[in-house]
């Protein structure tokens, strides 16, 4: 069992910046890299950003260059940072760990962003 924690949302004004953090539990040798998704209100879920465990975190193209994915071994934590926040980045943002034994992977339950204009 693996078990993720995402805190951090809220509420913020456009242009402003929020940082989410991810922790991670349980059996995590078979935990690959963890993904940040989002999923906006009427939207499906869509991939915001994955980080292995040694390689260059990669973006989608809607976040990149305001969006930094990071991660902190010692603490077992992943970070979201937002900067330059815009109305369209309001949703619920949840990781995702990807494991070897598990097809589906291993989700936390979600932290609300939301973006006023």
């Known amino acids: 069992q693996v078990y993720l924690v995402e805190s951090g949302g809220g509420s913020v004004q456009a242009g402003g910046s929020l940082t989410l953090s991810c922790a991670v539990s349980?059996?995590?040798?078979?935990?690959?890299?963890i993904d940040w998704y989002r999923q906006g209100p009427g939207l499906q879920r869509e991939l915001v950003g994955v980080i292995g465990t040694g390689g260059t975190p990669t973006y989608a193209a809607s976040v990149k260059g305001r969006f930094t994915i990071s991660r902190d071994n010692a603490k077992n934590t992943v970070y979201l940072a937002m900067n330059s926040l815009k109305p369209e980045d309001t949703a619920v943002y949840y990781c995702k760990a990807a494991d070897s034994f598990r097809p589906d992977g291993w989700w936390g339950q979600g932290t609300q962003v939301t973006v006023s204009s």
């Open positions: 349980g059996r995590t040798e078979s935990i690959s890299h």
